[in-house]
């Protein structure tokens, strides 16, 4: 079984403040992936990243960056000067190759606002 | 190049009637997936399809609810007598054929999501 959580439902920021998005996995798999995606108040989910379970290293894009970490089954997202058009939901997501890698398992969701 | 495609964006529905939500999946896209996503509840998966398969339908109820992709057409989420509880966004996915790794198999392209209210 996976699973993915998103203990942090709601949280607001003043714009340029840094902000970390926490997620926590579970699965069985070895070989997995994982993933963020935006959803704007618009509605339309956006891909952000996917990572595989045997890379760790940590990636940066633009403000954007990204921590995985294996030993505590966590990747976390982090938005750096935040802008007041982050504010979205974001949702971590999880595919492992118990379910080919094609099923994809999402999190709850972090609603994330950013006050001018 | 268009996106995922779906449509009506917004339905409503009488308790008891049929509720049919279509999905056109991306161009060059095999693979086509459904989820609900409830407020408090986050995204569900529903049901993964490829052309006249279903290949997951783990996350589907077993009563009222059915998914088909044909050869030809869209997907089509359908879902008979609705009540109140299935007022919701449906999401519509598609993902490009060939192995999850080297393809990006399993990133997912969203659509804008079709929202029913039942009343």
């Known amino acids: 079984a996976q699973k993915v959580t998103q203990a942090q439902t709601e949280i607001s920021v003043v714009e340029k403040e840094d902000v970390t998005l926490d997620c926590v996995y579970e699965t069985r798999d070895t070989t997995y992936y994982l993933f963020w995606y935006k959803q704007p108040p618009s509605g339309e989910l956006v891909f952000l990243i996917r990572?595989?379970?045997?890379?760790?290293q940590n990636e940066i894009s633009g403000r954007y960056s990204w921590n995985f970490q294996k030993s505590t089954s966590s990747f976390n997202f982090t938005i750096t000067a935040s802008q007041v058009v982050d504010s979205a939901v974001y949702f971590c997501a999880l595919s492992g190759s118990s379910g080919g890698y094609q099923k994809v398992t999402f999190g709850i969701g972090t609603k994330l606002q950013v006050i001018p | 190049n268009a996106g995922v495609m779906q449509n009506p964006r917004h339905l409503v529905r009488r308790r008891g009637q049929e509720a049919r939500l279509r999905c056109s999946p991306m161009?060059?896209?095999?693979?086509v997936y459904w989820y609900r996503q409830l407020p408090e509840e986050g995204l569900k998966f529903m049901v993964y399809l490829q052309k006249e398969n279903i290949i997951d339908e783990s996350g589907m109820p077993k009563e009222r609810f059915s998914a088909e992709f044909p050869k030809e057409g869209p997907s089509i989420l359908r879902i008979q007598q609705v009540v109140r509880g299935d007022s919701a966004a449906y999401f519509c996915a598609s993902s490009p054929p060939g192995l999850a790794g080297p393809s990006g198999a399993n990133v997912l392209t969203f659509g804008a999501g079709s929202r029913l209210t039942v009343l």
């Open positions: 161009k060059g896209h095999s693979h």
């Open positions: 990572r595989n379970s045997f890379d760790e």
